[in-house]
């Protein structure tokens, strides 16, 4: 059952993801940017990855690198998901979260040429992004969670090595 709520998980954030960029397409594209506070709606699109890491490669390299590799990347990810492979509840919505962000944008590369809509900036003093939209979100988000459960663990283990040398040490300068 709750390989079911992450499918709904996934399929609404990939329809929330290509409903935001129809609309901004249609409201903002052509138009100046509207600023609501530290928000920025300004209509873009984006033939290069996460702030446009890669716009430069030649199509044929972006093509298969952002179209090809990335739809590997995800249908592993799909199947590590639906198998089971995943150990935590909260990993297996992280890795959910990336799924449908990857999608979500991979939906844009076919769709588009190779480029994907971006509509969001973020601007708060010194702070300012690139320019992202939904499925980024959800890809950072879900990588973050990744990074941050996945670090404790790492921290522990390496504690444990450490201790595990420290207590070798002091049993053969007992011995």
């Not at 530290?38 to 044929?60: E, H, Q």
């Not at 480029?115 to 879900?142: E, K, Q, S």
Request: net charge positive; glycine share 10%.
């Amino acid at each position: 059952m709750r390989r079911v709520y992450l499918l709904f998980l996934v399929l609404g954030l990939i329809a929330a993801d290509q409903l935001t960029k129809s609309i901004a397409g249609a409201t903002l594209a052509g138009r100046m940017p509207r600023q609501y506070g530290v928000v920025t709606l300004i209509y873009t699109t984006n033939p290069g990855a996460f702030l446009s890491i890669g716009a430069g490669l030649p199509p044929n390299i972006r093509a298969a690198l952002f179209s090809g590799v990335v739809t590997l990347a995800l249908g592993i990810a799909a199947i590590a998901l639906v198998r089971g492979n995943v150990q935590s509840r909260g990993d297996e919505l992280a890795l959910a979260v990336i799924i449908a962000g990857g999608v979500g944008n991979l939906v844009d590369r076919l769709r588009f040429d190779g480029r994907v809509t971006d509509f969001l900036y973020l601007a708060a003093g010194p702070f300012h992004t690139g320019i992202f939209n939904v499925a980024d979100v959800a890809i950072t988000c879900g990588i973050l969670w990744l990074a941050l459960s996945w670090a404790p663990a790492s921290w522990r283990a390496t504690k444990r090595r450490r201790a595990l040398k420290r207590s070798d040490s002091t049993d053969s300068r007992v011995s």
